[in-house]
């Protein structure tokens, strides 16, 4: 029965204690004016955090409450759709805007914007081990036996959509035709991809705890994660989309935080932390920082050709470019 | 096979499942301390573990009320249907977290049947009420499932008793039944507190992922995770805390057991 | 009572199944018969199978060691038996990585030979992280039945000849048989819905190593009604495979029931 007792006190002690210390630590956001609801994809928290840090102590973003959720983008997107609360998104893919666009949830104009809509920029880059010892510099370097890439899920996450635009980009500017340069990509997902994660911040990690030989992501993520990189030659100008959610009931303020974004001050930060400006004066001034590669493409590329056409061919998860590839590694067994 | 050597496959095998790699995890954590502290008392991270208080106490409580009366109704109930009721409270064991999830969106998102709320600013899913629904879900069977022997033990001997005596059916609910199904009470509420805190399928799907308002102290390991660029230090301290209150779960459930245990 | 219940149960399941005929039989069948949920369904299933037999045996093995061996540190190894049903599955999965994941110590190069204990992003991590949280089971469910048997028919066995392995085989076995069940359809339920603790060591490499709850967790986002429709046949299997092992038990104790 001393048992029971001791048990019994203890248990109840614990609970006491941790109301007091849960009280005690109660984090009690003074009433603001306004909150906003960010949807974002994962990769660009820590900037993001210290841009909406900065907004606050403008006149426009005083008494401004951002709450911000980060996740792979494609999933971020469908979760808005769902009814995840939303003000505004920033996302890495056209087509998760558009998907929003069709559901009435983004204005079809979104693009007519400053910029085209867009954010910020980065490009596709290969992040490599110290040393670079399997001498990778571009991407017939990936099909090398005994290479192993570590890239996303294309059907979650961004980043992996722009990875293979590219490398299919990069094979038709040396010359292949339409149907060789998806062969290429078939035989580099068979043969040297090693992880598909779930989003970029996945690979990332994966990446760093010592899978792969090179990681296939953004060069600010590579920046951030201090992974020495390289720009291959043929790469893909990313965009990053910012647009507005039809629904908000803030308007006014989500828009001041969006032009604040593309301000001077602001694109100066994203330049010191790995983005790509889209404000010229930024741009100019970070230049050397962020070389433009000769064989820079961007979505609109003719071989492309803009975001619906590009999602269509490509990454219908019930049927395109990508869906087959996956597909057919299901051919092969080994773990 | 001889004593001994059952005993060393016994060892063995709870070594290289179990032992050896908790061992490690408190070796990791250990090695940068001061990296997992950083993580532990960072503000998100405390909203994490408030919240995750927060819902376990509902969970508790609600799930508390419900399963003592649900075993009344069980053991003692005349009510039809009360096998069906036996069935449906064990569902929650069988289940997936990620389709408790998927179940909560499809029926409380924007465009679900009750989606009415979520449209109208009173949003569930992606929002705490929604990591409520889904944690009072998944802990729902436990208390149920302690009280249900200890009912059909003790018999209603004792209530009848009372009930000649005068009593009524309250009193002898409150005096008599009560007190005699305490342990195995406590014992569910423990395991039900044990699961509600270490819930993650469900809640990861449901919760809207914002660091520091809807993340659960679960949640908040994988987000440490996810952004560590490859340093485990944060990830591994917050997982420590919850390894550490799992730990205390056992010393309750090992002190508790001979009173309400009944597997 | 019953409302409380079917709103909080029965409503949400319903939704989901509701949901999965959003496209129709045609549109169902063409979700749950493509080649990466089929993957998904069967990467669950056999691993789940796998490791719950693997439970199945060394748990009753822990169980008779426990019940019926006395050493130092018996009650300490008692207790730790539940740890996986306490922990955090999310916290499994991360202890689970630190001995087998990227960074393991475990780590031997002599000459050409190597030798590393990182399993991440194979099946046999998803394989060790279900036998990590299925291993309460199998050795709640043996132990008390260990506990209640009566030893004389076992002294009785053996005073008559028969060797160790026979009388386990004849006398123990029998008895024990539906506790191991019970045990076995719980672990099982529990291993094929499993995701905490597998999604960070297995990565989700489709067809390789993505189970069904992470297809699952995936598929959400984008495509609800195909989702539905993958977790209607997830369910369809648990509950096949539990009534299964029932109506195994059933059989197996009827006796008991003259």
New interface residues.
Partial sequence: MQ??R???I??VG?VLA??VA?AA???HTSSKDVTLNLVAY?TP??VLTKLIEEFRKTPQGSGVNI?????PS??Q???V?????ADGVILNTGNDINDLVDKGLVDKNWDKQSYNGVVWNSVVVFGLRNGNPKKIKGWNDLLKPGVGAVTV?P??GGIAKWNILAGYVAQRRLGKTDKQAIEYLRRFYKNNV??????G??A????????GDVLLTFESEAI???IPFVIPRQTMLIDVYIAAVTKSEHKAEWNAFSRYLKTYPAQKILAENGYRPVNKQALSEYRSKFPVRPGETTITNKLLGGWRAVDKKWFD??KSIMQAI??S??VST?? | MGRYGLRVVALGYLTLILIAPLAMMVWRTAEDLDGAWAAITAPDTIAAFELTLKVTTIAVVVNTVFGIICALLIVRGNVPGRGFLNAFVDLPLSLSPVIVGLALITLYGANGWLGWFQRHGHEIVFATPSIVLATIFVTLPFVVREVVPTLREIGTEQEQAAHTLGASGWQAFWRITLPSIRWAVVYGVVLTAARAIGEYGAVALVSGNIAGETQTATLRVEDAYQFSYGNYAPAYGIAFVLAATAILVLVAMLVLQPKGARH | MTTFLLVVVVLPIAAVVWKSTGNGWSGFWEVVSSPQAVAALKLSVITATLAVLTTAVFGTIIAWVLVRDSFAGKSLVNAIIDLPFALPTIVAGLVIMALYGPRTPLDVTIGSFHFDADITFTRTAIYVALLFVTLPFVVRTVQPVLIELDRELEDAARSLGASGFTTFRRIVLPAILPGVLSGVAMAFARAIGEIGAIVLIAGNLPFKTEAASIHLFYRIEQDPEGASAVAVVLLAISFGVLLGIGAVRWHVTRHERG
């Fill in positions: 048992r029971m001791f048990a019994w203890a248990a614990a941790a109301a849960g630590t109660a984090a994962s928290r820590p709450r911000a959720s980060y996740g494609s999933a997107g469908q979760a759709a769902n009814g995840l609360p899920n059907f979650t090693v992880s598909q994660d779930s989003s911040s996945n990332t990690n994966t990446f760093l705890s010592g899978k951030n994660g201090k998860p019930s996956e597909s590694l299901g080994g773990s």
